[in-house]
């Protein structure tokens, strides 16, 4: 009888912090973040018989994530989503040359981007565990690369130009915790271009570095933290 108070569920409640943030039908915030771009690489046939140079992704550079967010409420389960912003990041591109067993290293492009984000997500979201909610993500995303290199750039030893537009399908999953005044959600989240971002532009001397390469399209992996 002595130790039954400390088993009790009365004890134990926890106190449910922000509640009055599920019950908004729309608010806004900020999401800081961390990504990093990728590019998944098309050989052309002249590559794959080994008459030309062919690319791959050398290493992996981290990125930043700057955005606001703007959240519609649907229904209890449901969230209408609007997260423009800015992604910062640079991708590698490391082009081998054929010998007649192997290939070998020959040059490195290194090719930054600042995209335009305007994405459109719809958020599924668990029931809430005290001050916990986990959540899916899926949605589609609008980029606009503004750093892309327009021109050839030899003294930087870039062959190749990027198209600027490119449109993602986007998923991931993350948690909502409920802090005392807001809300943070940690979200991964996986992002496909569909696009060839890769410009049939060729340089005068050096058109191997285009010819050896049918499509170029883009990857992104982020980690985002929104403040609600």
Known sequence: MVLLPLFSPAQQEKVLNYQEIDMKPFHFGYTLGVNTMDFAIYASERAASRKDTFPEINKLSPGVDIGIVTNFRIS????????????????????????????????????????????????????????YRPYIIGGINFRWDMARNKDFN????????????????????????????????????????????????????????VDSVNELKSRMFSVSFHFE
Request: hydrophobic share 35%; proline share 4%; net charge negative.
């Open 154 to 209: 030899a003294d930087e030893g870039i062959f190749i130009k990027l198209e600027p537009f490119d449109v993602y399908y986007e998923a991931g999953f993350g948690v909502d915790f409920y802090l005392t005044y807001f809300k943070l959600s940690v979200e991964l989240k996986y992002s496909v271009g569909n696009f060839n971002v890769l410009s049939a532009d060729k340089h005068d001397r050096y058109p191997g570095y």
């Open 76 to 131: 209890k389960y449901l969230d209408f989503r609007i997260l423009p912003g800015i992604s910062l990041g640079q991708r590698n591109l490391l082009y081998y040359e054929s010998t007649d067993t192997s290939w070998e290293s020959h040059s490195e492009m290194k090719l930054g981007s600042t995209f335009i984000n305007l994405p459109f997500n719809i958020r599924y979201e668990a029931e809430r565990i005290y001050n």
